[in-house]
């Protein structure tokens, strides 16, 4: 490939590669050396030779240099625990695919570059691979940053043989690591629940949820599960708030995506916000069944929902958010951010992830509870008037004159009503801020028509890859938030963004 200059970058570099993220996915090593990512179609490491040692950036280190290891489960004493790993040197493999060493290693080529960069201290590129069934290789390569090669050792592994083990412990500042549990070939993404390494619960939702929610704690020790909250896939509704009244619905029969005229869809700009996508998903003690789960098309103003007035049939895609889990999580714990929450699933753009749930709470009687980090304002009315600094979304023309004609100016400045998830809530309250997320919150509409009481919903961003962590923008702006004496609180942010704000407000 590099003769006929097929190679993006041939030249081999330490560090990161121009426009290759963190997270970014291959489906075969030969799209790695397309882009000069990892040059070697075999060979787990890429390393630049003597020939670099005189050009400018490199004098005065040792060669052969480690550029990028790939990690794919095929050496039987490797480990990978995310922030740290050991990966076994190369050579020695019997090659047969059961990951056995049936040699000893020498400490020449990638090995000896690897020792090299030890004594270096220069990064080193590191991709993870592991099994998937919708690749053509059965196999998805992820990029997970750069690290550094703290230890070396060699030692009699499994088979008895001599391996070379080195030590690598990631760089500090990067990005969330999306694989930040590697499975590899031996084991596969799609392992028993109760296989998963350090399961404290194997249902947070004790099985409220169509699909049930692990929780796995590889930080503490002894592990332990969340605590202090009960769980509740709906809304709560204290008895002082009055919800308004079911709205008139259409008259579509089926699905409203083949009707030629559907009331709901006007309310939405004459267009369903969802295009229909059948998705098999197999409930708990249930055959597999096929429902006709919506993604949404863009984020909107708000969604207009088809409701209990409605004649559509249940499963109809203008029902997405009423049809529940979709996609199977996980609640982990993280070194820096207390819980989190992952995807063991593939998550098409605009696919609905859950609704934020609690108790339904008016923010007059919330104000000044700091220690409550769970409220999230229903800022649906705000959001349309583009007020504190929030970006307008499609649709917000649409409802203006609506807004203007039903509530006062001067008392939506603010949201009225929030959900408090502190001491009740659901999945969505273990998802954590970045700076850079890959959800967005959608306000939406289904049974009644009243924005300032519009269901708070989270929606993929982009596609989101297997064991991903879920994330999205708390919206606070920086110094927004002050204890009781009128004192500024900021919080540090640790979401690892590239462009990262450094701050939660």
Avoid at 57 to 67: E, W
Avoid at 96 to 119: F, I
Avoid at 244 to 258: E, F, L, M, R, V
Avoid at 402 to 425: F, M, R, W
């Amino acid at each position: 490939m590099e003769p006929t200059n097929a190679v993006l970058y041939p030249e081999k570099r330490m560090g990161h590669l121009p426009r290759v993220d963190v997270g970014d996915q291959f489906y075969s090593r030969a799209e790695m050396v397309a882009i000069g990512l990892h040059g070697h179609w075999m060979n787990g490491i890429d390393y630049m030779g003597t020939k670099y040692q005189d050009e400018a950036g490199y004098q005065g280190l040792i060669f052969p240099l480690a550029t990028c290891i790939v990690m794919s489960g095929a050496y039987e004493d490797d480990l990978d625990n995310a922030d740290e790993i050991i990966y076994t040197g190369e050579g020695g493999n019997n090659l047969l695919g059961n990951c056995h060493q049936g040699a000893e290693q020498t400490l020449v080529r990638g090995n000896l570059a690897l020792m090299n960069s030890k004594d270096n201290g220069n990064p080193i590129r590191v991709v993870c691979g592991h099994i998937e069934k919708r690749s053509y290789t059965g196999k998805v390569y992820t990029y997970d940053g750069l690290y550094k090669v703290v230890d070396c050792l060699s030692e009699k592994g499994v088979r008895g043989h001599l391996v070379f083990k080195f030590k690598l412990k990631r760089i500090e500042g990067q990005p969330p690591l999306t694989t930040s549990q590697v499975l590899f070939t031996r084991g596969g993404i799609h392992m028993p629940i109760s296989k998963l390494p350090r399961l404290v619960c194997p249902d947070i939702s004790c099985g409220q949820e169509n699909l049930p929610i692990p929780v796995t704690n590889l930080v503490d020790n002894p592990p332990v599960a969340p605590s202090g909250f009960v769980y509740s896939k709906s809304l709560q509704i204290p008895e002082d708030i009055k919800m308004p009244a079911d709205s008139i619905g259409c008259n579509c029969k089926g699905d409203c995506s083949s009707s030629a005229h559907c009331l709901c869809a006007d309310h939405n700009g004459s267009d369903l916000p969802y295009v229909s996508r059948q998705r098999k998903v197999s409930a708990k003690n249930l055959d597999s069944t096929h429902k006709n789960v919506g993604r949404l098309v863009e984020p909107k103003a708000v969604v207009f929902e088809c409701g209990p007035n409605c004649s559509c049939q249940c499963s109809c895609v203008n029902r997405t958010s009423q049809h529940g889990l979709q996609y199977r999580l996980e609640v982990f714990k993280t070194v820096s951010k207390g819980w989190g929450v992952r995807t063991r699933d593939t998550i098409l753009p605009g696919s609905l992830i859950c609704e934020y749930t609690g108790v339904l709470r008016r923010n007059a009687e919330v104000e000044g509870l700091l220690e409550n980090n769970y409220l999230f304002d229903i800022d649906c009315v705000q959001t349309i008037k583009g007020l504190d600094g929030r970006e307008q979304r499609p649709g917000s023309e649409l409802h203006m004159a609506s807004l203007h004609e039903k509530h006062d100016p001067e008392t939506n400045q603010v949201p009225e009503y929030c959900i408090d998830a502190g001491s009740v809530g659901n999945v969505a309250r273990f998802i954590n801020h970045s700076c850079q997320p890959n959800l967005f919150i959608q306000c939406v509409l289904s049974s009644h028509r009243d924005i300032k009481l519009a269901k708070v919903m989270l929606f993929a961003a982009d596609t989101i890859p297997p064991l991903q962590e879920l994330s999205y923008d708390y919206g606070y702006p920086l110094n927004s938030v002050v204890d009781i004496h009128g004192t500024v609180v900021k919080l540090a942010c640790h979401c690892g963004a590239s462009d990262c704000r450094k701050r939660l407000y």
